[in-house]
């Protein structure tokens, strides 16, 4: 036997040694994994966020990439401008979260004025005794509207509380007048069932509305609240650390690629990387656009600065969830709009009784805007998902993982299929397939 | 080079020689220095690259990249051979037989239209490479490198344009060009 026959064939034998070794560590690292998935799912969210986090404020690092400034003090440099900017974000929605004394406020006001709302709706006049519509919304609206006051309800020491506060407490003036009368009134508001159902002159009904169930096992299921803070903790790490990686961990992975599709990797990693950054920050720069407009209409319709900014935040971060956000900013918007008082609109010719349609319009129109205008512009055709897609992603992400699963669920369908799609391109750009 | 240049090299390589006298990272500053396609760039300009660069180690036959796919990177050799063969249907023509400090692949630096020419291993044979996006991303953070690397490259196909040039004139009987 020749010295090439031989070299040969211990090569080939070499071969067969590795594509073993590899299978069995591939499927050592499948079960590994599974199990630590499995047993440590507590972790898999946080670590996302720190890495999304990571991943949506590089740019910023880029940023303070000075060459003759060592990486670290790059980092740190990038970390102290997001943190600066977080902070007056925060300190300045913290004026508007209210306090102790608004939300007993802000509860006796809603209680009052959504059932003020229910009453005109199903009001009766004279003239209409025989309109067939009012008993119909009663029989339907009056279950809902009792579960609604149920909820809104004050418990003994939030009772307590706002009667301190409507005589002045803890050197704060006392409540308005209006809302102590709000409060008596609620105290006074009974069970519409309970009416309905009860015969005439009958003083006080018996309870026929079962109170609602204590959820089973809430307390007993899942982790505890410590471990969900431990778990949590690991985002801010992750975001730290990720933010000084310089590439190291990219070179880690790539360096674990077969020669054969080296090249093939760095050019997949990259279009990755570029599809899932673009989508990302289009997605934040379209809610920043959303929230803006909605401030800016909120402000326009007389609401104050502060509510319109405080909803404009909440309605443009949970425009994040397709089809979802807009829902949940006509919910915020109309239930400010049916307790909002004394509204004055900066556009001359408006109702302020009408605020809650105006409401639905600007609603209605930031979103055409978003649609048309907003998403084409940041996002452009780099992301196509069909609404389908869409619908069914975040059905299935609220069914796995509730609000959050509804948050990923579009960012992960663009991650599988930027993915699915660029591999198997290169795949047959580099004859591999 | 400006002041500030000049002592960041100076603190870099204090650094290095400080606590990395013998690190893998100074040893390949050392061998890029030694590369014609880097003769410009200062240490720490070097140290740039070099952060950028992936290290591949190839068996013996082992193909590096194969003609008519998309290219992605340049190749240097840290050492070993590496063969640049073209096939046609049936045969192959070796264009040349590179050696450790020799580069190849360097037009995938400019775009990804498909090699030219298949690079094969001759023996066990380390390389670095240079992925073509990595050097776009040099251009942001450190445009100055990223220029004379380019500069490099864009005197290096300058070169053979003019010997192809050289090579066409001397095939080309000088009669055939006014006859037209």
Redesign the interface.
Known sequence: MSNGQEFEEI?QERKARRKVFYLTFAALVLIVGGFLIWKLSILILPIIVGALLAFVFRPVK?RF?V??LPHQIQVLCSFAAIGLVLFFAFNTLRKHIPDEEQKLEFKVRLKYKLNEKYRQLVAKPAEEKSNAVAPLIEKELGPLMDKFNQSLELNPEERDLFLKYAAGHNGKPPIQGKFVDYFRANQRMRKYVILEKAPTGAAEPTRTVAPAPAEPGAATEGPSFENKLSAWMLAPLIFIFLGFD??QIR?FF??LVP??Y??LS??VV?RLDDAIGNYLRGTLIECFLVGVTLALGLILLGIPAGVAVAIAVVSGLLNAIPFVGTAIALVIGLGYALVAENIRPLIPGLNPNDLALYVVILVVITHVLDDVVFQPFVLGSAVNVHPLAVVIAIISGSLIMGLWGMLFAIPTVVVIKTAVATFFE?LK???II | MSVRNLTADKLLWETLGRWKRSSPELDRIQFLKTVPFFDRLSNRQLKSVSDIMFERKYDANESIFEEGQPGAALFLILDGKVAVEIFRETSTTRLAVLEKGAFFGEMALLDDTPRSATARALERTRTLALYRNDLRGLVHRDAKTACRIYRSLAGMIADRLRLTNELVQMKTPTDDVGSG
Do not use: M
Request: aromatic share 14%.
């Open positions: 090569e880029e990439r060459r003759w310089n590439g070179r790539i360096g020669n054969r080296f090249e760095l050019t990259d290169e750009d580099y004859r």
